[in-house]
């Protein structure tokens, strides 16, 4: 089946540490993009990445890192200087940009403990 | 600067109710509209959208949504929920070529059975 996957589904995180959640699509997309789902505040873009070797900051990136060497993956780093890392994070992709419909993943939950 | 505005953050129905979810959206020039569901514990998941042409469009699981240009809108409607539809719902916009979707801050709809 073709998808986005997210992986972990969960993750905890203690202060200070930098940790990575991987996004994996198999829909030959070449826009891919991180969001930020928080409650009461809707998605808010981190990054995305229109083609490989090649990305761009959204509203929020301040504490947040990716990178794209394959067209199918675009990881996201949330580093130690993130000042609320807990929340929902959410991957998508989309065929062109902004000129169609986006796909989602799973996403996945973080927690800082 | 792009915006979307959702006003219902919460909307609580009796199953068999008619629903109606207002998006606004601030950009002057030609936009994509979308509105996404995303049910307890899943993805977000397209339920319509419009790109151009018939302003009435037809979506997923009997909702259709009206875009009115005069109105900046473009609201989700239903005309009969079921406890199925319980779930959150998204209003987005984007613009062809610049590789954002901007996401209203979602409404939280809850069917009573």
């Known amino acids: 089946d073709g998808g986005i996957t997210q992986s972990p589904k969960y993750l905890f995180r203690k202060e200070g540490q930098n940790v990575t959640l991987s996004c994996e699509q198999n829909?030959?997309?070449?826009?891919m993009y991180w969001y930020r789902q928080d409650p009461g505040q809707g998605l808010r873009l981190i990054y995305y990445?229109?083609?490989?070797?090649?990305?761009q900051k959204g509203d929020i990136a301040e504490g947040y890192s990716v990178s794209r060497e394959k067209k199918e993956s675009f990881p996201l780093t949330v580093t130690s200087a993130q000042k609320n890392p807990t929340a929902f994070y959410l991957c998508?992709?989309?065929?062109?940009?902004?000129?169609?419909?986006?796909?989602f993943g799973q996403g996945t939950r973080l927690t800082v403990v | 600067a792009q915006s979307v505005s959702q006003h219902n953050h919460h909307v609580i129905l009796s199953e068999a109710a008619s629903l109606e979810l207002g998006c606004n959206y601030s950009?002057?020039?030609?936009?994509?509209l979308f509105w996404y569901v995303q049910y307890p514990g899943q993805h977000l998941q397209l339920l319509l959208k419009?790109?151009?042409?018939?302003?009435l469009v037809k979506g997923i699981k009997g909702f259709e949504a009206e875009f009115i240009k005069s109105k900046f809108s473009f609201n989700l409607r239903k005309p009969s929920v079921q406890w199925s539809d319980t779930a959150e719902y998204f209003c987005?916009?984007?613009?062809?070529?610049?590789?954002?979707?901007?996401f209203g801050t979602g409404t939280r709809l809850k069917v009573l059975a």
């Open positions: 998508a992709s989309s065929m062109t940009g902004g000129g169609g419909e986006a796909f």
């Open positions: 829909l030959n997309h070449d826009a």
């Open positions: 990445s229109q083609i490989v070797n090649d990305f």
């Open positions: 950009y002057g020039g030609t936009v994509n």
């Open positions: 419009y790109f151009s042409g018939d302003p």
């Open positions: 987005a916009s984007s613009t062809s070529g610049t590789y954002k979707y901007i």
